[in-house]
């Protein structure tokens, strides 16, 4: 049976009413098997003290986001079924085992937000068991690596982590899952740029291919965060008649930034138009959405502060005044780029003669 059968809307069920004058959107139930009561999927956002011990144990155990989530909720990445055949077990085993010691453990949230930590690591090649990436030496600062991904729901998806971990492992400390402010995620190497432009660029879907050129390259190439790429169009590209015939600008909130030579020839190649390279109404997270447009497990994930950090450290490294380089980052303070220092290249020893 196909999974879209075996769903059926709340609104066709005997007995259900309709307000007058709205039209209310259909809310799915899953069909039970038989002789069991439908989990509505409502209630799968509420907490495990909600559920009866048995249906607790049928939803988690039918939990497949080889197939589909749950949430319905596209910014998780699905997991592939070699994958999941792989950690399935353990990711549904641990969740369970954590909803029986806390119940106030959300369903939804813990299986989405788990797997989804699961196929980052997977995508990081860490090398490390569903459990050890809760219960590891390590596991804060995993969670926060994670989560730091998400621009909206990094919060949501960190707080439930936490507390699937501490859930699973009552001795770990609680300080040391305790989650501050989010730190500036490494920038990528040029090998992990030259791999994401070419998997951008080997689309055959042209709209997602453009999409995910102009991401990267006004990122990485321009260190454009969210915001500031919203708007720019091709023709915001451009050289200057003083500068070298390899040098690429970009015009963007009056200020003229320069290219990183990696991605020159990227956006150099974008089709001609007045039309914005992303849209203005593409939302705030629109960058975890195309995320998941890269299926490649040999790929990083898409960061926008990674492609950022990726600038910034070439800016810094190119001998700019200070002021010119808090300029086109659009920052105000020098403090502002310490987060950045630590990834400078090492400077050139000293002459010692």
């Given at each position: ?29 899953k069909?039970?098997a ?10 799968l ?11 607790l ?14 949430s ?47 196929v ?6 860490l ?24 621009e ?7 707080a ?7 859930a ?5 400390a609680?300080s ?9 995620q ?5 090998t ?5 432009l ?10 997602r ?18 915001g500031?790429?919203?708007g720019?169009?091709?023709n ?22 320069p ?11 974008l089709?001609?138009s007045?039309?914005p ?5 593409a ?28 600038y ?27 987060a950045y220092?630590?990834?400078?290249p ?8």
């Amino acid at each position: 049976m196909h999974d879209s059968d075996t769903y059926r809307s709340v609104a066709d069920s005997p007995g259900a009413k309709k307000q007058k004058g709205k039209r209310s959107a259909p809310v799915r139930v899953k069909k039970a098997a038989a002789g069991a009561a439908p989990v509505r999927s409502s209630r799968l956002s509420a907490p495990a003290s909600s559920f009866s011990a048995e249906d607790l144990k049928r939803v988690v155990d039918e939990f497949d986001p080889s197939r589909k989530l749950p949430s319905d909720d596209s910014t998780v990445r699905r997991a592939s079924s070699a994958l999941w055949s792989r950690v399935g077990d353990d990711v549904r085993g641990i969740v369970l085992e954590a909803a029986g010691r806390d119940p106030g453990i959300r369903v939804a949230m813990a299986l989405t937000s788990f797997t989804g930590f699961v196929v980052w690591a997977e995508k990081e090649s860490l090398g490390l068991s569903p459990r050890e990436l809760l219960c590891g030496p390590n596991a804060a600062a995993l969670i926060d690596s994670y989560s730091a991904r998400f621009e909206r729901a990094g919060a949501s998806r960190r707080a439930a982590l936490r507390r699937l971990a501490l859930a699973v492992n009552p001795n770990l400390a609680v300080s040391s899952i305790t989650i501050g402010k989010i730190p500036l995620q490494q920038p990528y190497s040029s090998t992990e740029i030259e791999a994401l432009l070419e998997f951008a660029s080997s689309l055959t879907n042209s709209h997602r291919s453009s999409m995910l050129l102009a991401v990267i390259g006004l990122g990485a190439g321009a260190g454009l965060v969210r915001g500031m790429q919203r708007g720019v169009c091709k023709n915001d590209v451009h050289s200057h008649s003083d500068a070298r015939a390899d040098e690429v600008f970009l015009r963007n909130n009056g200020i003229c930034r320069p290219v990183h030579p990696l991605l020159a020839p990227t956006l150099n190649a974008l089709p001609d138009s007045d039309r914005p390279l992303i849209p203005v109404n593409a939302g705030k997270n629109y960058v975890s959405r195309i995320s998941v447009w890269i299926d490649s497990d040999s790929l990083p994930v898409l960061s926008a502060d990674r492609l950022r950090a990726f600038y910034a450290v070439w800016l810094l490294s190119s001998g700019r005044p200070l002021q010119n380089v808090l300029s086109i980052l659009g920052l105000k303070k020098p403090g502002s780029l310490e987060a950045y220092l630590e990834f400078l290249p090492e400077p050139p020893e000293a002459c010692s003669e």
